[in-house]
């Protein structure tokens, strides 16, 4: 028996750069944390021959090809594990809730089938590879930043080049800077689960256009500027100022990103003191990431009513747990 375990993430600036429509022109780039939210993968030999994988439901079946999980099935192809498996799926957080819960299942999975096969993979392969999983071979409309961090975790800039190659280095921030800015974050559930493929299709079809590519590469350029602002030993506030500036320019990039509701819940934060904030993910629902600094997190959180999720950053991607 494998079990691995792989962390979730929150993303502060450049959402969206990551997506091939734009990278391949402009060069991408975001800065992400991973957190001790986690998807864990119990990988386990059957007794018989069949395949069985559980997650929201269940299926058992006699071949690869007659699962109806697309990245079980395409992960178990790409390892060359064909009968004889079993594979569960338990994750701390609900999918749909915009913290990157695809990535790290494409992440984990690929990491405890090989390992299963006793094949230690590196962080930039399991990123690669659930990359190709998802985007070339089934044909999400993904990018690319959850999966490398959910593989190598921290707190990170990561940057998308033209010829599809990723750069990703650490965020070289003091540790008291980085536990102030934890304190200072809010993450509330809107209680929505929204599938993200439907709004980045729109978002994808949407990005060669002209005023598209225009508030991405503003995006990229808020990401980029953030790194150098971090390394620089910038105070945590200037979170909250990015955020706001990216969650505006965001709403501009397809029209389910946002509603009235969750326009109300943000409209109500920042009258309580946030000072800015993004709703998680593609967007339309999930989990709403405030910056508030301490004195006034309680104000907050009694305007919006919603049930916050504590959370830490974590230093580690995925990782093998369990062997047995």
């Given at each position: 028996?494998?079990?691995?375990?792989?962390?979730?993430?929150?993303?502060?600036?450049?959402?969206?750069?990551?997506?091939?429509?734009?990278?391949?022109?402009?060069?991408?780039?975001?800065?992400?944390?991973?957190?001790?939210?986690?998807?864990?993968?119990?990988?386990?030999?059957?007794?018989?021959?069949?395949?069985?994988?559980?997650?929201?439901?269940?299926?058992?079946?006699?071949?690869?090809?007659?699962?109806?999980?697309?990245?079980?099935?395409?992960?178990?192809?790409?390892?060359?594990?064909?009968?004889?498996?079993?594979?569960?799926?338990?994750?701390?957080?609900?999918?749909?809730?915009?913290?990157?819960?695809?990535?790290?299942?494409t992440v984990g999975l690929l990491n405890a089938l090989?390992?299963?096969?006793?094949?230690?993979?590196?962080?930039?392969?399991?990123?690669?590879?659930?990359?190709?999983?998802?985007?070339?071979?089934?044909?999400?409309?993904?990018?690319?930043?959850?999966?490398?961090?959910?593989?190598?975790?921290?707190?990170?800039?990561?940057?998308?080049?033209?010829?599809?190659?990723?750069?990703?280095?650490?965020?070289?921030?003091?540790?008291?800077?980085?536990?102030?800015?934890?304190?200072?974050?809010?993450?509330?559930?809107?209680?929505?689960?929204?599938?993200?493929?439907?709004?980045?299709?729109?978002?994808?079809?949407?990005?060669?256009?002209?005023?598209?590519?225009?508030?991405?590469?503003?995006?990229r350029d808020m990401a980029l500027d953030l790194?150098?602002?971090?390394?620089?030993?910038?105070?945590?506030?200037?979170?909250?100022?990015?955020?706001?500036?990216?969650?505006?320019?965001?709403?501009?990039?397809?029209?389910?990103?946002?509603?009235?509701?969750?326009?109300?819940?943000?409209?109500?934060?920042?009258?309580?003191?946030?000072?800015?904030?993004?709703?998680?993910?593609?967007?339309?629902?999930?989990?709403?990431?405030?910056?508030?600094?301490?004195?006034?997190?309680?104000?907050?959180?009694?305007?919006?009513?919603?049930?916050?999720?504590?959370?830490?950053?974590?230093?580690?991607?995925?990782?093998?747990?369990?062997?047995?």
């Open positions: 028996m494998i079990i691995t375990r792989t962390p979730f993430r929150l993303s502060f600036a450049g959402g969206g750069t990551d997506l091939a429509d734009f990278y391949r022109l402009k060069t991408g780039a975001v800065v992400s944390t991973a957190i001790d939210k986690y998807m864990y993968i119990v990988v386990n030999r059957r007794f018989d021959d069949s395949i069985r994988v559980s997650y929201s439901r269940t299926e058992i079946v006699n071949s690869v090809d007659e699962l109806r999980h697309p990245i079980a099935r395409e992960c178990l192809k790409l390892v060359g594990i064909t009968r004889g498996i079993e594979i569960v799926s338990i994750a701390d957080i609900p999918a749909g809730a915009g913290l990157g819960s695809s990535g790290s299942f090989y390992a299963y096969r006793g094949v230690l993979k590196s962080a930039e392969d399991l990123a690669q590879e659930a990359c190709r999983i998802e985007i070339e071979i089934i044909g999400e409309p993904v990018g690319k930043q959850d999966q490398y961090i959910a593989a190598y975790g921290g707190f990170r800039h990561i940057q998308f080049n033209a010829d599809d190659t990723v750069f990703t280095e650490p965020i070289i921030w003091s540790k008291k800077n980085r536990a102030e800015l934890n304190r200072n974050l809010l993450l509330l559930y809107t209680g929505d689960k929204r599938p993200a493929s439907h709004i980045l299709k729109e978002q994808k079809e949407n990005t060669r256009q002209a005023d598209s590519m225009a508030c991405l590469e503003k995006m790194r150098e602002r971090l390394n620089n030993k910038a105070a945590p506030d200037i979170l909250g100022e990015t955020m706001h500036r990216g969650w505006v320019l965001k709403k501009q990039l397809a029209s389910r990103i946002s509603n009235t509701r969750l326009d109300g819940y943000y409209e109500k934060a920042l009258g309580a003191g946030a000072l800015g904030g993004k709703v998680s993910g593609a967007g339309g629902g999930g989990f709403l990431l405030l910056y508030c600094p301490g004195d006034r997190r309680a104000a907050v959180k009694e305007a919006l009513g919603l049930k916050e999720q504590s959370f830490s950053f974590e230093p580690e991607g995925s990782k093998i747990i369990y062997v047995v």
